[in-house]
């Protein structure tokens, strides 16, 4: 559920970023990168209609330059695209030299789409023999990618303690081994590695959320893409800290936990923190999917709440946070989706959205049970939520709905600690389903196009979401 890379797209820009590293890999593999003459990328359905804004056609080729998404420095993907298209060349996969001109070879087919996913992408390859090879990938959601015609795309099949694929599985194992969800999935990410190996992991993901939030609360400026859309999360954070002087982060949290913790203070802090993440992942910076990048803001915006205001400053209260929001997120994977251009923003920020409200109810001492009732009330409320980015950027509505699905994470946590879930009468298994249901009966346009909602209903000349 949890990716490392950049934004601000997980399944329009980091999924066909992933995408091209693994065609480079199976070109390496037979006949070899030095014998590529020619290559492109097409794409089709919503990774054309909203690839530009969505910066598809920089992950792909910066896929095909050998670049890691993990750790390629952000602040050269701009100057890296501009060589290659001056050059009209690119060093494929870091090792051999191509014709490229990137408005030539990545190619959006606007009108035509793939059966499998809206998310679809093809390789062209030629070689110096004459012969040609095109592979199709599915940039499926979340960063995930599989090729057409392989269903798992490779993965490594584990037999695990606690087998989960809806949440009536998950309930079932808390109750009858009295662990918590934090702690099944513990137990379950042994089939891949060890406890410490996998802590490591997971930490390394909440520096890299952390340092996404402290770095979004101090860029001032206008986001790219030709909105102008002017970033708040730094004029917010300057003004709730009253001008107060600090070096890092720890000084910086500090002086956010010695003023007085009123409700609005703590409702402006939690948009402060969403607002700095889609901020950054705007800007083409580093973030982590959660489980998607159009929602990254959610998930940490959350966490940062428990640690700033409800004594949640501890590695390993963070750590099963993040393990118990992951299991909630798979759940829906499985049952749903977490691509807007299947199921529309409900996929996204309603997802994450539950994912933490779950965690959040785990880490203030709820049951199995509430955890479960805190995800099915938040997504109860993102039920329909539809995907309409305006010029195709995740800017307009996207940054300021990373907000409300905190806010909504938060409320349907209290609502669950404050309740007895044995009176609920809509189960987690009931609202992954609807979601899914309405998914299918969403029209397209609501769907990561930009061809209805507040994308055909804003002029573009507004400067302001």
């Not at 809206?118 to 499926?140: H, R, V, W």
């Not at 709730?240 to 956010?256: G, M, T």
């Not at 002029?459 to 302001?464: C, D, F, I, K, N």
């Amino acid at each position: 559920m949890f990716k490392i890379g950049v934004g601000p797209s997980s399944s329009h820009t980091l999924g066909p970023w992933r995408a091209a590293l693994q065609f480079l890999d199976k070109l390496r593999t037979s006949p070899g990168l030095e014998l590529v003459e020619k290559v492109q990328c097409l794409l089709y359905g919503s990774l054309a209609k909203t690839g530009v804004g969505h910066g598809t056609d920089v992950a792909v080729i910066l896929g095909l330059f050998g670049a890691d998404p993990v750790t390629f420095d952000v602040n050269l993907i701009y100057s890296t695209i501009d060589d290659i298209a001056v050059k009209g060349q690119i060093l494929l996969g870091q090792e051999h030299i191509v014709p490229f001109q990137p408005k030539e070879d990545v190619i959006f087919m606007m009108e035509e789409s793939l059966p499998f996913h809206p998310n679809g992408m093809t390789f062209l390859c030629t070689f110096k023999n004459g012969e040609q090879i095109a592979d199709t990938y599915y940039s499926i959601g979340g960063g995930f990618v599989v090729q057409e015609g392989q269903s798992n795309n490779g993965s490594r099949e584990v037999e695990l303690a606690f087998p989960v694929d809806n949440a009536n599985d998950l309930l079932h194992w808390c109750i009858k081994t009295g662990l918590s969800i934090s702690e099944i999935v513990q137990e379950n990410e042994h089939a891949w590695r060890t406890e410490a190996e996998t802590k490591a992991g997971v930490m390394r993901i909440w520096d890299t959320m952390r340092n996404c939030i402290y770095r979004g609360c101090h860029i001032e400026g206008t986001l790219p893409g030709g909105l102008n859309v002017s970033r708040r999360a730094a004029r917010l954070n300057k003004r709730l800290l009253k001008d107060k002087a600090y070096d890092n982060y720890e000084q910086w949290l500090e002086h956010i936990k010695a003023q007085p913790s009123t409700f609005l203070y703590i409702l402006d802090w939690v948009s402060c923190f969403a607002l700095a993440v889609n901020e950054e992942n705007a800007s083409f910076s580093r973030v982590v999917t959660a489980p998607t990048n159009g929602a990254a803001g959610v998930i940490p915006a959350v966490l940062m709440y428990y640690i700033t205001f409800c004594n949640g400053d501890d590695e390993d209260k963070i750590y099963h946070f993040l393990l118990c929001a992951s299991e909630i997120g798979s759940i829906f994977k499985k049952g749903a989706t977490i691509s807007a251009a299947m199921g529309g923003c409900q996929a996204e920020i309603g997802v994450s959205s539950a994912m933490a409200a779950a965690a959040l109810t785990e880490m203030l001492g709820g049951s199995a049970r509430q955890c479960m009732m805190a995800a099915e009330i938040a997504m109860e409320h993102h039920l329909g939520l539809t995907c309409d980015p305006v010029a195709g950027l995740v800017q307009v509505p996207c940054i300021e709905r990373n907000t409300m699905g905190a806010i909504k994470a938060i409320t349907a946590s209290q609502l669950a600690l404050q309740s007895n879930p044995d009176n609920a009468k809509v189960s987690l298994d009931n609202v992954v389903k609807t979601m899914w249901e309405t998914a299918l009966d969403m029209n397209h346009k609501y769907k990561e196009t930009a061809d209805g909602g507040l994308a055909t209903n804003v002029s573009l000349a507004l400067p302001e979401c």
